[in-house]
């Protein structure tokens, strides 16, 4: 059975408790007795203050007195001892000799079980540090031996691509290069949000250049042993550098190369700083690590520390963004060759609707398209699937039991995500409603309106008001039909979101005309002393969009009435029923 570095320590420490205690009983053990001499004691005993008495076969016997005091003296050894003390009424205990050398044997015991246990612990987590470095992942496996994945099996990230493809070219025939003088980039560092293909570049890299592999986790060199996060950096180095040219991939690298701040580096760990140092002294350059390219990714590039962003460390910083819609449109087709798909499939429709879809959220849609139409034995993959999975994906499965929703909670679902779709749609005739619907889902929704903005770049200033204000529409239809005193706790997702958008706007983005250009992250990150200000400015801000969102309800509350009346009716509507209603 694996035992797990926390429950090694507290055995540890139970040990030690126990080995302690039983030094303090074997040495302590006799202490407690007042030494008597034999003559006091015969005097006491006519006085009748003795009340016990406990002989043994030893020199010593002990005793207790009627006040509570305990009592050692000489034992006599006479015959009839015993009957002269019965006589006066003292309760004899006579005690057997075995039971003495017991009490001093079972601590000796105890001690020598305890060292031996702490031995054998001590010399298991030394066998388990060793086989950790033996076995860390991925290691010794060459890139031919995984499956290969090359730049053309990747999609979208471009301009990621095309570094890359340069970095393979410098692998290959790095003669070319020195001609010039340029020098082998030492680390590339991938950034961006989760899901973009960091990884899957990395191992096209490798696959590119045709160099061994070797993939780990920033997490794999956080230990609990003294010093074996720095060893297992080294180890890494060595073993590539044994294999010559290679590629090193090390994901989630803001878990060993979080930034150090004084005495609070990562948690005030010294050994997370000694393994972030080994890392910054291979990729220095003191060790002639040619040939050798660190890749790494992170989710998280403002954490980390500043000497690994250096040049001669990380050469480069790609970023690694969510794809546009041609990169979409690229990764469905992709993603959809090996798969029976429809005629009537537009993947230009999907790519279309999946804005801010990462490229891993894209295959998991045409995968759980199929998996709903394996599951329905379709012979291909159509429209209706890959909407239904669309929805699984964003919101979770329909619940199939709604028994037990009342026709009061259904209205006020209703016009809640009317509230949101009606306000999407007056405020911009760019933004896209494709489905209301008031059926609750796995997720713990009760309903939901999808809005897709269009597709920028950019967001400008009036494009976060207007999502802030389609946020707040369903708290207001809410005020608007039911009363301020009816409101209901449905909205808590959406005014965090509106919280959020708000906060950024006037205190990272500088958007504000009365905060000005102030970055409060800055500010914070400095430990200045922070102004409320931005509090109290964000709630007087969220008040006047909440009015102004107010005022758009209330001029088209007929409209408001249309879509939540046939929500109650239909239960969910698409793009062109909304467009409908408004349009009459």
């Known amino acids: 059975m694996k035992i797990n570095g926390r429950i090694k320590l507290l055995i540890v420490l139970f040990i030690s408790i126990v080995l302690f205690s039983s030094i303090y009983f074997l040495i302590n053990q006799n202490k407690e007795y007042k030494e008597m001499s034999y003559k006091l004691f015969l005097d006491q005993v006519e006085k009748g203050l003795v009340t016990k008495v406990e002989i043994s076969d030893s020199s010593k016997f002990t005793g207790e007195l009627k006040d509570g005091t305990k009592f050692m003296t000489d034992n006599p050894r006479v015959e009839n001892f015993k009957e002269k003390l019965l006589l006066y009424n003292i309760d004899?205990?006579?005690?057997?000799?075995?039971?003495?050398?017991?009490?001093?044997?079972?601590?000796?015991?105890?001690?020598?079980?305890?060292?031996?246990?702490?031995?054998?612990?001590?010399?298991?987590?030394?066998?388990?540090?060793?086989?950790?470095?033996?076995?860390?992942?991925?290691?010794?496996?060459?890139?031919?031996?995984?499956d290969k994945v090359t730049f053309d099996d990747i999609a979208g990230n471009e301009e990621a691509k095309e570094s890359l493809k340069e970095l393979v070219d410098f692998i290959k025939e790095p003669e070319k290069y020195a001609k010039y003088g340029a020098r082998l980039p030492k680390g590339v560092l991938l950034y961006g949000p989760p899901g973009t293909g960091k990884t899957l570049l990395a191992r096209a890299l490798a696959s590119e250049a045709n160099v061994p592999y070797y993939a780990v986790s920033g997490s794999d060199f956080v230990q609990v042993y003294a010093g074996l996060?720095?060893?297992?950096?080294?180890?890494?180095?060595?073993?590539?550098?044994a294999n010559g040219k290679s590629v090193i991939f090390i994901d989630e690298l803001d878990s060993l190369g979080k930034a150090r701040k004084g005495g609070n580096f990562?948690?005030?760990?010294?050994?997370?700083?000694?393994?972030?140092?080994?890392?910054?002294?291979?990729?220095?350059?003191?060790?002639?690590?040619?040939?050798?390219?660190?890749?790494?990714?992170?989710n998280r590039i403002d954490t980390l520390d500043e000497a690994l962003l250096r040049p001669g460390r990380f050469d480069r910083q790609i970023e690694v963004g969510l794809p546009d819609i041609n990169?979409?449109?690229?990764?469905?087709?992709?993603?959809?060759?090996?798969?029976?798909?429809?005629?009537?499939?537009?993947?230009?429709?999907?790519?279309?609707?999946?804005?801010?879809?990462s490229g891993a959220k894209l295959e998991n849609l045409m995968n759980e398209s199929a998996m709903i139409a394996a599951r329905e034995r379709d012979k291909k993959i159509t429209m209706k699937h890959i909407d239904k999975a669309y929805f699984n994906v964003l919101v979770g499965e329909e619940k199939k039991d709604r028994s037990s929703i009342s026709i009061e909670d259904k209205k006020i679902t209703a016009y809640h995500e009317a509230g949101h779709a009606l306000v999407s749609k007056k405020l911009s005739k760019l933004n896209r409603v494709t489905k209301v619907s008031i059926i609750p889902s796995t997720k713990g929704m009760g309903g939901f309106s999808l809005n897709i903005p269009p597709d920028r770049m950019y967001q400008t200033k009036k494009d976060i008001l207007s999502n802030i204000m389609i946020a707040l529409g369903g708290r207001v239809a809410e005020d608007i039909i039911f009363g301020s005193d009816n409101i209901t706790t449905g909205a808590s997702s959406d005014l965090q979101k509106a919280t959020e958008m708000t906060i950024l706007m006037i205190g990272s983005y500088?958007?504000?005309?009365?905060?000005?250009?102030?970055?409060?992250?800055?500010?914070?990150?400095?430990?200045?002393?922070?102004?409320?200000?931005?509090?109290?400015?964000?709630?007087?801000?969220?008040e006047n969009l909440y009015n102004e969102t107010k005022n758009i309800l209330i001029e088209n509350k007929k409209y408001l009435d249309l879509i939540a009346n046939e929500l109650i009716v239909k239960e969910s509507l698409n793009e062109e029923q909304i467009d409908q209603i408004l349009a009459n």
Do not use: W
Request: glycine share 8%; proline share 2%.
């Open 266 to 298: 990562n948690g005030n760990s010294e050994e997370g700083e000694r393994t972030l140092n080994a890392l910054l002294t291979e990729m220095s350059g003191f060790k002639g690590n040619e040939g050798i390219v660190v890749i790494a990714a992170t």
């Open 510 to 542: 500088g958007m504000d005309e009365k905060l000005g250009l102030i970055n409060y992250d800055v500010v914070v990150n400095n430990n200045l002393t922070t102004d409320v200000s931005l509090i109290e400015r964000a709630k007087e801000m969220l």
């Open 229 to 241: 996060g720095a060893s297992r950096i080294r180890e890494l180095f060595k073993r590539a550098k």
């Open 327 to 357: 990169a979409r449109l690229a990764i469905l087709r992709l993603h959809s060759q090996n798969k029976p798909m429809s005629e009537d499939v537009d993947l230009q429709k999907i790519a279309c609707e999946t804005v801010y879809f």
């Open 92 to 146: 004899v205990v006579e005690d057997d000799d075995s039971n003495g050398i017991a009490s001093k044997i079972i601590p000796i015991i105890l001690m020598i079980g305890g060292i031996g246990v702490v031995a054998y612990l001590v010399n298991n987590g030394s066998k388990l540090a060793q086989r950790e470095m033996a076995n860390m992942a991925n290691l010794d496996t060459p890139a031919s031996s995984i």
